[in-house]
């Protein structure tokens, strides 16, 4: 193998994951804060409770990406924890 392959069997699920934490958890987050106004409360409630609920799924998301086995396995958990917060979120629009 030559050295750039070899380096780039190194870095390439590295650079993955990075990108999965970035926008995959931003992404997430932002579903998640837009799910939270089908919640039954009052509006401005929901919005706090969603912005607030926002911090805490994209620090949630970057902690799995890294701790998932493989980089595709990250990029699996985010996409299942995305399902349901779209189906409420797509409720909402």
Do not use: E, H, N
């Amino acid at each position: 193998m030559t050295p750039l392959v070899d380096r780039a069997r190194r870095v390439g699920p590295l650079c993955s994951r990075i990108v999965a934490a970035l926008f995959g958890g931003y992404a997430l987050a932002a579903l998640g804060s837009v799910a939270a106004l089908a919640l039954p409360m009052s509006k401005p409630q929901a919005v706090l409770t969603g912005m607030l609920a926002s911090f805490a799924i994209y620090a949630g998301a970057v902690v799995w990406v890294f701790a998932a086995r493989s980089a595709l396995r990250a990029w699996a958990g985010l996409l299942v924890a995305a399902a349901p917060l779209a189906a409420a979120a797509w409720s909402v629009w």
